[in-house]
């Protein structure tokens, strides 16, 4: 079965304390990595994609790598405004031509002044 | 504003009735999904829908229907709510096949 496991399920930091989010998959046909971040009360919003192991791509204090069976999430000196929870979704081709994304449970940051 | 936009934001109804939650997306994008939020599950799709008129099962669609007349509308309809779908939904949308999803603001359902 396609599983998608994020790591840790909360993490509490100070301001400017880097540390990294884990996303680990047992699936087959992976086709992308998505990252997400959700705020209270609000749709997620679109992070990165990676699509090959060795990939990076960075947005401000965020950087996603990939490997093989896994991926992380880099945040280097985060500022309070950076919580929230981050989620991590693989995109997996359907036997209908289409492809579906699995989501993990997400990671809750809370970065404290 | 271009968007994709959820109504209603919140919405309490009773066991047995029958509720629509309505999306609308302003970009024209071909690819529509219907998901649903629960502690301890993540993210789960109920429905997608490819074009007008085109729609497919996702993992959790037993007790909900979607129609897709049009291009930017993609409602969700619980035929006969359950407490058990009490959930957080949201809509999303992508341009093409595999690109990044767009997410709506979510509709927070009880059901009582």
């Known amino acids: 079965e396609d599983q998608v496991t994020q790591s840790p399920e909360a993490l509490r930091l100070q301001e400017g304390e880097s540390s990294s989010l884990n996303c680990s998959y047992t699936v087959s046909g992976l086709r992308g990595l998505f990252w997400y971040r959700q705020d209270p009360g609000k749709g997620p919003e679109f992070l990165f994609t990676?699509?090959?192991a060795g990939e990076e791509k960075e947005k401000e204090r965020l950087k996603a790598t990939l490997t093989k069976k896994e991926s992380f999430l880099h945040i280097t000196a985060p500022k309070p405004e950076d919580s929230a929870t981050y989620l991590c979704a693989v995109q997996l081709d359907l036997n209908t031509g289409f492809q579906k994304l699995v989501f993990g449970t997400g990671t809750r940051l809370l970065v404290s002044p | 504003d271009a968007g994709i936009t959820q109504s209603p934001r919140y919405k309490i109804t009773e066991t047995g009735r029958q509720v629509t939650l309505m999306c609308h997306q302003t970009?024209?994008?071909?690819?529509m999904f219907w998901y649903r939020q629960d502690l301890g599950h993540g993210l789960r799709l109920i429905y997608y829908?490819?074009?007008?008129?085109?729609?497919d099962k996702g993992e959790v669609p037993d007790g909900y229907v979607v129609s897709r007349s049009k291009t930017e509308n993609f409602p969700l309809t619980l035929e006969s709510a359950t407490r058990s779908q009490t959930s957080v939904y949201f809509c999303?949308?992508?341009?093409?096949?595999?690109?990044?999803?767009?997410f709506g603001q979510g509709t927070r359902l009880t059901v009582v």
């Open positions: 970009w024209s994008h071909s690819y």
């Open positions: 990676l699509y090959s």
């Open positions: 999303a949308s992508t341009l093409n096949r595999g690109t990044e999803a767009f």
């Open positions: 829908s490819a074009a007008a008129d085109i729609t």
